[in-house]
């Protein structure tokens, strides 16, 4: 059930996480956390214990690509594994491929819509991607279209 996933939303701007809680809200969610930034998430995910991470790119303190490169690496952590959504307006390639580089399970692009959130979510759900750790790579099992795109320089 909707209801029952746990959904952390990081993101430095007080008024996007509420925009993001009232389109989760709407799809039918209602175990929201937030956190204003990469640090702050890290120390809230065991309180938190999400099902699903939301976050940003660009945020003060420690950005959405060290977050899941650090969340990724700690396999401690008993939340590594937690599906994350790089929900942010840096769309360049070259940001692109950092984050899926950095194990970031799906992207979507601000302005966002909540059917399209929708859908990531859905297909974090949905696709049967083992998790893999290399000393090159950590995070979901990339779709064809990513290996093609992570074997390009950036």
Request: hydrophobic share 45%; charged share 25%; net charge negative.
């Amino acid at each position: 059930m909707l209801h029952d996933v746990r959904i952390l939303i990081v993101d430095d701007h007080r008024n996007m996480r509420t925009l993001i809680k009232a389109a989760l809200y709407g799809l039918g969610f209602s175990k929201l956390f937030e956190a204003a930034d990469g640090r702050h998430a890290l120390e809230v995910m065991s309180e938190a214990r999400p099902d699903l991470v939301i976050t940003d790119f660009k945020m003060p303190e420690m950005n959405g690509l060290d977050f899941v490169t650090e969340l990724r690496r700690d396999a401690a952590n008993p939340f590594t594994e937690v599906p994350v959504i790089m929900l942010t307006g840096h769309t360049d390639l070259h940001v692109v491929r950092a984050c899926l580089r950095a194990g970031v399970n799906e992207f979507l692009a601000k302005p966002f819509t909540a059917q399209a959130l929708l859908d990531r979510i859905r297909r974090c759900a949905e696709e049967d991607r083992p998790f893999i750790r290399s000393a090159a790579y950590t995070g979901p099992w990339p779709r064809m279209s990513q290996v093609e795109g992570l074997s390009e320089a950036s």
